[in-house]
């Protein structure tokens, strides 16, 4: 199969192009460099991985047949899309109808990677794919939250307009190597600040909580879905819930670090509770995942501690 992973270049596009070349794809990488790292895809490019300089939004040319499309170019951690708002919007809209446009040209097979953030703030748990979502259309978060509905809209659209073949993931909080220490997330947050002696900065009282679902898992639902025709939407995370504090004291008790947590204000429109319903994804994918938390952190710790100058690196301010 020839298959072109947009955002291939990020956290999680990388780690597909990985495993599509692993299987024996060709893969085409195509990246606007703007949330990812060229080294994530160093070794990947001395395998055969091509990579395309540009921005989805602005319109895409690719030689050649395609057989599939992942669309998984987006900025994905608040910080990120709190810094390019339009960007986040444009890649959404924009970005999401150039790369249905290209699956429909080739009759390819077409996976939108959604998110979680679809539901908003839950007044559903764990969240079922029938939910309709509680988003704040105006909030600091809706930028990515709108967009990827947006997304979902179009994508649906092209299914039922022009028959392609189009699926929909809805993935939930995932972490693993190959994360920037500074993205903000809270994973990647907490490992730096306690490798490095920092304060753990724990937002509101630490009660909220989320569903943290190891990088290599995510993965394998991914492929299951780019190598099947179902439309959609599907959950793929893990559906064991921790709080933001029961994680920062794993991430304490796995580095052994002596960092102190830090209390610091909520951001605005925090979802208070995540959790994914996996049954669809168990029955159409037979899909589950395998790696609890306490080891995807250890091999995430162990990944990150082999990087000094990842987690020295100044954050963005
Ligand atoms: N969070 C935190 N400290 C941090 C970064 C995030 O306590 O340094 C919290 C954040 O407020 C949220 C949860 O951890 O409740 C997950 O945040 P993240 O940005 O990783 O993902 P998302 O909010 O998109 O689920």
Known sequence: MRIVVSGGAGFLG???CEALLDR???????????????DNVADLVRRGLDVVAADVSE?????????????????????????????????????????????????ARFVLASTSEVYGDPLVHPQTEDYWGNVNPIGPRSVYDEAKRYAEAVTAAYARTYGTNAGILRIFNTYGPRMRAHDGRVVSSFIAQALTGAPLTCYGDGSQTRSFCYVDDLVRGVVAMLDSS???????????????????????????????????????DDPVRRRPD??????????R???????????????????????SHAAPA
Do not use: K
Not at 79 to 90: E, F, K, Q, V
């Open 24 to 38: 024996g794809d060709e893969v085409v990488c195509v990246d606007d460099w703007s949330t990812s790292s060229p």
């Open 14 to 16: 990388s780690h597909i």
């Open 230 to 268: 179902v439309p959609g939407p599907i959950n793929l995370g893990n559906p064991t819930e921790f709080t933001v504090a029961e994680l920062a004291e794993l991430v304490l008790q796995i580095t052994g670090s002596e960092s102190i947590v830090e209390y610091h204000p909520l951001p605005t």
């Open 59 to 107: 319109g895409l040319d690719i030689d050649g047949h395609v057989d599939a499309v992942a669309h998984f170019a987006s900025p994905a951690s608040p910080p990120d899309y709190h810094r390019r708002p339009l960007a986040t919007l444009a890649v959404g809209s924009r970005g999401t109808e150039t790369m249905l446009r290209l699956a429909q040209q080739h009759s």
């Open 278 to 287: 996996i049954r669809r994804a168990t029955q159409a994918l037979d899909w």
């Open 289 to 311: 995942p395998r790696i609890d938390l306490a080891e995807g952190l250890r091999r995430t710790i162990m990944w990150f501690a082999g990087r000094p100058a990842e987690l």
